[in-house]
């Protein structure tokens, strides 16, 4: 019977449920550590650019005057390198892939003011 | 079979007059050819060649300056081919005898040879163009 | 003598996985030569190393292949490594070891679908990538990538595995080896795969020999060479032997693959066993040294050298990636001489090509 060795394996499949998700129908469960997106918290972040320097992409633009965060969805590479870096553990990497978009997408997110509870230093 | 053996490293100076008779010692030897590669130092172009017996690997360094002709080895490993047809693309090294020769048609590229020296501003240009678009697709 | 016609196969062909492009020249359709040629996707990647520093080319790197990743991002950083002269911990080497092996498998899985494909036993093919399916959800699971992993950095790794985590690993590979041993049975002694496969393009031990064939394309014609028996990763420890056949035709590369992909799994089992506690990285200060370092890495495909040049600023002054399907192309061509047209596609598929790997 070695010409029909597939046999079992084609039965056996003929009565389980299939193995594929009816996406986007069906929505997709993510794990826990996915690298899908960076995310910022606004409250804490001092604009020091070290998330800027240490992005191996330049997706990061971070403005000290405006007092702005960009980042350039389409451009992040999700290595999570600006997590790892940054001094007051604002940034968290999310597990939602970005959409695809027929343009490219910018994030800008203005940082508060802050109340400086020392003197300026340097 | 040595442990860590992998941290053995040796390199030999060789003159550009000799590489097709090592080549042809090696041979007999049973060595086998893994790679040949090129590197760009201030006297021209710094040659590597590699070969190997029983997991050990024994490493050639030749330097010559930039529009030398040098003797091709395909005929005693006649794989050198890609090697040689890859530094003459990108390098535009020049060899002598090659047995399967492209030409200069290996590789597909927009300008003739993208990494000599001369010419090195206006291809790395390009290069930081197909990265941001790259990137930006990823 | 026949009328000798000129045929050019790709780089665009519905039975071609890879864009190779391949000169046919045949007479009355046996092929009596084959002339290759490549670079359709050369990307110069190896250039970009002039601009980037040394800790954010491995993003670069691991970008080469997608099939290969782990194994580019664990090359470049041992070659890193070993010319600043680090030692990387141990727990850091064992789950270096136990990613890579992972690799292998979907690789070798993926390898065997497409072989399926290529003579058109679809269901074959849909079953295997099934089953690949969960090695990637388990690097998904662990890395946070499906493919891509951005795991490796130049002094260890940068995330860890705990205790359950790693149980959980071993449970669900050895619940595809169960599913798997149905599926591969059909590879070995199935009637119409063997007709495809058995005696077609035979390499000889002397031709491999003389073409420098690496990888399964060697072992299976009797050269017992294996990059891991150099002593890098854990390999040794762990009791490794190359997996070795002596026929050298389309049949005996694939009993080889299946045979790693089932010392793959035995082998992360005993690393899951054998792995000791401890920090996963060490701090690296200062930047590479004037020097040079030549690293090997055994990639499923075969022997991938990885050559680092420092000049003693943070930018590399050469990075040179030299992957297993660049010399395993002259093997190809002297394959094809004498096999007949319509066993090309499948020809192609045994020596496993990546051309994205080869042409960088």
């Not at chain 2, 590229?109 to 501003?121: C, D, L, R, V």
């Not at chain 3, 595995?161 to 071993?170: A, F, G, I, R, Y």
């Amino acid at each position: 019977m070695s010409q029909l060795r597939m046999g079992k394996v084609v039965l056996r499949s003929l009565f389980r449920k299939p193995a594929t998700l009816m996406y986007p129908q069906v929505p997709r469960i993510w794990q826990e550590r996915t690298r899908g997106h960076i995310e910022i918290n606004e409250a804490d972040c001092i604009l020091c650019g070290m998330c800027q320097r240490k992005c191996p992409s330049d997706a990061i633009i971070v403005d000290r005057k405006e007092r702005t965060w960009t980042i350039h969805r389409m451009g992040c590479i999700q290595c999570k390198s600006c997590v790892d870096v940054c001094p007051k553990k604002c940034l968290f990497m999310k597990q939602e892939y970005t959409t695809p978009d027929v343009i490219k997408i910018t994030d800008i997110h203005h940082i508060p003011e802050q109340e400086k509870p020392a003197a300026k230093e340097a | 079979m040595e442990n860590r053996s992998y941290l053995v490293q040796e390199f030999h100076p060789l003159e550009t007059g000799m590489i097709y008779e090592t080549a042809k010692d090696r041979k007999a030897e049973g060595y086998r050819l893994v790679q040949i590669c090129a590197s760009v130092v201030p006297e021209g172009y710094e040659l590597l060649y590699t070969y190997d017996l029983d997991h050990v690997l024994l490493n050639y360094k030749v330097t010559m300056p930039v529009d030398e002709e040098i003797m091709s080895i395909t005929g005693v490993y006649w794989s050198a081919f890609v090697f040689e047809n890859e530094l003459q693309d990108l390098f535009d090294v020049k060899f002598k005898h090659m047995e399967l020769n492209y030409g200069g048609n290996f590789y597909t590229t927009n300008e003739p040879h993208p990494w000599k020296p001369e010419t090195q501003e206006v291809s790395s240009e390009t290069e930081e163009e197909e990265k941001t678009t790259q990137e930006g697709d990823a | 003598m026949g009328k000798r016609t000129v045929i050019p196969f790709g780089p665009q062909h519905p039975v071609l996985p890879e864009p190779i492009h391949l000169d046919l020249v045949l007479e009355d359709e046996i092929v009596v030569e084959a002339i290759p040629s490549i670079g359709f996707i050369h990307r110069g990647l190896e250039k970009l190393v002039e601009k980037k520093e040394f800790t954010e080319m491995v993003y670069i790197i691991e970008r080469i292949c997608g099939i290969c990743s782990f194994g580019h991002g664990w090359g470049y950083v041992s070659s890193v490594e070993g010319l600043m002269g680090i030692q990387v911990p141990d727990r850091a080497e064992y789950l270096r070891t136990i990613w890579h092996e992972m690799g292998r498998i979907q690789s070798h899985l993926l390898w065997l679908g497409l072989l399926a494909d290529a003579f058109g036993f679809e269901s074959l093919f849909m079953h295997m990538w099934r089953l690949r399916e969960t090695v990637l959800d388990l690097f998904e699971k662990t890395t946070g990538g499906r493919i891509i992993f951005s795991v490796c950095k130049v002094g260890g790794v940068r995330r860890d595995m705990d205790k359950e985590t790693l149980q959980s690993l071993v449970k669900a590979l050895k619940k595809m080896k169960v599913e798997l041993e149905d599926l591969t049975d059909v590879f070995l002694e199935d009637d119409s795969v063997k007709n495809r496969t058995v005696g077609v393009g035979i390499l000889t031990k002397e031709d491999a020999m003389e073409c420098c064939a690496v990888g399964p394309m060697a072992k299976a014609s009797g050269i017992a060479h294996d990059t891991r028996l150099t002593g890098h990763g854990k390999y040794m420890e762990l009791g490794f032997q190359p997996v070795i056949e002596t026929a050298g035709d389309s049949y005996a590369r694939t009993v080889v693959r299946i045979r790693e992909v089932y010392q793959s799994i035995d082998l992360i089992e005993k690393a899951v066993e054998m792995i000791p506690d401890g920090p996963i990285d060490i701090p690296v200060k200062g930047t590479p040294p004037k020097g040079e370092f030549l690293m090997r890495i055994e990639q499923p495909r075969g022997e991938a050298i990885y050559y680092a040049k420092g000049n003693g600023t943070k930018f590399l002054d050469r990075m040179r990636v030299r992957t297993p399907t660049f010399s395993n192309v002259p093997a190809l061509t002297k394959m094809l001489q004498g096999c007949g047209f319509a066993d090309v596609p499948i020809l192609v598929l045994t020596i496993d090509p990546c051309i994205s790997c080869t042409e960088r």
